[in-house]
Nanobody, 127 residues
Framework: LQFVESGGGFVQPGGSLRLSCAASGFTLDGYSIGWFRQAPGKAREGVACISRRGIVTNYRDSVKDRFTVSRDDPDNTMYLRIDSLKPEDTAVYYC?????????????????????WGQGTQVTVSS
């Protein structure tokens, strides 16, 4: 049971990336899902989440209007598109699946409720 992440890399400020997270060994549509990041020397923080069926999304204030979370349940994959990248977006990004399967809620801050985690993908923003 795992996620396989891809899409990270080195990007100049103002650029865009799309991170992908493919689930393996379980069906993604049974979970709400989230994206987290951990910058050097800082605690991991939730940046975006999406409920089952994509009914609800939530974003940390610092990334609103630049980050877009989505899910493709038939492909068992979730995505995080990041636009207008800033140097402060530099971090390792993780995807995760939360146990709460209600379609009207997702969690930015309940790390303990996320059962499955990706291995992380590095995003570096620099000129």
């Amino acid at each position: 049971l795992q996620f396989v992440e891809s899409g990270g890399g080195f990007v100049q400020p103002g650029g865009s990336l799309r991170l992908s997270c493919a689930a393996s060994g379980f069906t993604l549509d049974g979970y709400s899902i989230g994206w987290f990041r951990q910058a050097p020397g800082k605690a991991r923080e939730g940046v975006a989440c999406i409920s089952r069926r994509g009914i609800v999304t939530n974003y940390r204030d610092s990334v609103k209007d630049r980050f877009t979370v989505s899910r493709d349940d038939p492909d068992n994959t979730m995505y995080l598109r990041i636009d207008s990248l800033k140097p402060e977006d530099t971090a390792v990004y993780y995807c995760a699946a939360h146990w709460d399967s209600r379609p009207t809620i997702c969690y930015l801050d309940d790390e303990g409720g996320y059962h499955y985690w990706g291995q992380g993908t590095q995003v570096t923003v620099s000129s």
